[in-house]
């Protein structure tokens, strides 16, 4: 491809991620499976110019604004090879433009605004724009985190990590380690929990013999960290309250020894569809995926279940805030509507889920997200509906849990900018035991 294609192919993927609710990874790669004839060059030159737009949106509407532009897929693109690239504007037009498949000319008002780009201060960046955050959301950030507010935001505009999870009944994480550097693979282990592995640099694993037999899953260390946290052990009856995609459920699995029950619920088959040959190759057998539906009609499934379960892990659905270094349209996307909507169906959620916890059991309740509402605050007023829970700090359980390093809070909370990791949160409740 030209650079002129790829400007235009990037340009055509960013109105395509801005104009839909689907991840801009969704996009990404169906756009290149019905385009062959794009080498792995290109595609990979598309994918970061458009990750890098999306995660510096604040930056590039900013500019427009400044120069008197109206922020746009096709001006963000201008704006990119200008403020990321140090493209004079004059020089656009040499490269940038023509042929059958290119962005159309600059018009004469483009033109004139985007040579005032170049003399732009961009140290006198508002913080919404330097965060690269919407402004209602960079509000309640600087509410939350105060003077760290900025660096948070700024942790999610560099590329998050990719981190395996070892799975201990196969393998220990110092053989994979020597496995894979034999390769020439580095990996470093993580910090805090015992089964990660960091990858160094950009390796493709989806087919690689490790993860096909079982050996490891791709997951972050946060995430390792809350499946830890639900101390499940062998023989135990756990429920994965909503699996998803089943990795908490295969963690937990192994920390149990493969021995007991896990009952994996979500309410959407679809994400469940792989449990089956994720927990087949990893020789998991004690995992049964079970759609639901969230209302009153689960009442059948979950009679026999009430009052059972040693552990209920809630992984809530959320902003998905934590992540949005993997995800950054998202972060554009989210409204204060719809994070209202989250909330509202968190606290349902946990309210639901409660009553499946044993006397003596535990209700784990985790998010992939950074937002206090999502995560304190709905712990606080759980606490005040359901007085049979009590919270269990998490620093009383860490070393229980296998955990590496220390941890001091009550409540396990991570954002981007500490260690690496995915932003997460995970709180222990407890449920008071029946007295004799």
């Excluded at 532009?69 to 656009?92: H, M, T, W, Y």
């Excluded at 470093?188 to 993860?211: F, K, Q, Y």
């Excluded at 040693?310 to 998202?330: E, H, I």
Aim: include cysteine; hydrophobic fraction near 45%.
């Amino acid at each position: 491809m030209t650079p002129v294609a790829r400007l235009a192919a990037a340009t055509e993927l960013l109105e395509m991620i801005g104009a839909a609710a689907t991840p801009a990874e969704q996009h990404i790669g169906t756009y290149f499976r019905t385009r062959r004839y794009a080498g792995s060059k290109d595609r990979r030159w598309v994918t970061e110019f458009v990750y890098r737009a999306l995660r510096r949106q604040g930056e590039l509407d900013w500019a427009a604004v400044e120069a008197g532009l109206e922020p746009s897929p096709r001006i963000r693109s201008f704006l990119s090879l200008i403020l990321f690239e140090d493209i004079a504007p004059e020089d656009l037009p040499a490269t940038w433009f023509g042929g059958p498949h290119g962005l159309s000319e600059l018009t004469a008002e483009e033109g004139a605004a985007l040579a005032k780009t170049a003399t732009l201060d961009l140290s006198t960046l508002p913080p919404e724009a330097a965060g690269n955050f919407p402004e209602w959301l960079t509000e309640k950030i600087t509410a939350q985190y105060g003077d760290q507010a900025a660096a948070v935001m700024r942790a999610y505009g560099s590329r998050a990590p990719v981190t395996l999870r070892v799975n201990a009944q196969k393998g220990a994480r110092s053989d994979i380690q020597y496995f894979l550097k034999n390769e020439g693979i580095d990996v470093t282990p993580t910090a805090l929990s015992p089964d990660g592995l960091i990858i160094e640099g950009r390796v493709n694993l989806s087919r690689h013999p490790l993860l096909e037999n079982g050996r490891i899953e791709l997951q972050d260390e946060a995430a390792q960290i809350a499946a830890r946290l639900a101390d499940a052990r062998p023989g135990m009856t756990v429920v994965d309250y909503c699996a998803g995609g089943g990795g908490k459920s295969l963690a937990m699995a192994a920390t149990m020894d493969y021995a007991g029950k896990i009952y994996a619920f979500d309410t959407n088959a679809r994400r469940m569809r792989d449990i089956g040959a994720r927990a087949k190759r990893a020789g998991v057998t004690l995992i049964e995926p079970l759609a639901i539906t969230g209302d009153e009609a689960d009442d059948e499934i979950f009679a026999s279940l009430v009052g059972q379960m040693d552990r209920v892990f809630v992984d809530a659905p959320c902003s998905g805030s934590g992540t949005w270094r993997r995800q950054p349209d998202q972060k554009w996307k989210l409204t204060e509507d719809r994070l209202a909507e989250l909330i509202a169906l968190q606290a349902n959620i946990l309210s639901r889920a409660a009553p499946l916890v044993a006397p003596g059991g535990r209700l784990i309740y985790a998010t992939c997200s950074i937002l206090a509402e999502e995560n304190a605050a709905q712990i606080d007023a759980f606490l005040l509906s359901h007085p049979a829970f009590t919270l269990l700090p998490v620093s009383e359980i860490w070393d229980a849990a296998g955990l590496d390093g220390n941890w001091t809070g009550e409540m396990f909370a991570v954002t981007p900018s500490e260690g690496g990791r995915d932003g997460f949160f995970t709180a222990v409740l407890e449920k008071r035991a029946v007295r004799s």
